[in-house]
């Protein structure tokens, strides 16, 4: 399986490629493989997954990508 590969995108989620376990407050496991979008604004129904409210609520991060 191939280790997991990042991409932060401007002002919205985590762009998640790869195999990797998702681990839950809660102590729960979510095996994932592929690609995920992992949420940062904070305001997804879906969480940690990205459902798309960053675009809503106009997310506008505080840190930039590093060059």
């Not at 985590?14 to 995920?36: A, C, D, I, M, Q």
């Not at 979008?37 to 305001?43: A, D, F, I, Q, Y």
Request: charged content about 20%; overall charge negative.
């Amino acid at each position: 399986m191939a280790d997991p590969f990042i991409t932060l995108i401007d002002n919205g989620p985590y762009h998640v490629r790869g195999s990797f376990k998702v681990v839950l407050p809660s102590g729960r496991e979510l095996e994932t493989k592929g690609e995920v979008w992992l949420c940062r604004c904070g305001v997804s129904q879906n969480k940690p997954f990205c459902d798309g409210m960053h675009q809503k609520i106009d997310f506008q991060a505080t840190e930039a990508a590093a060059p």
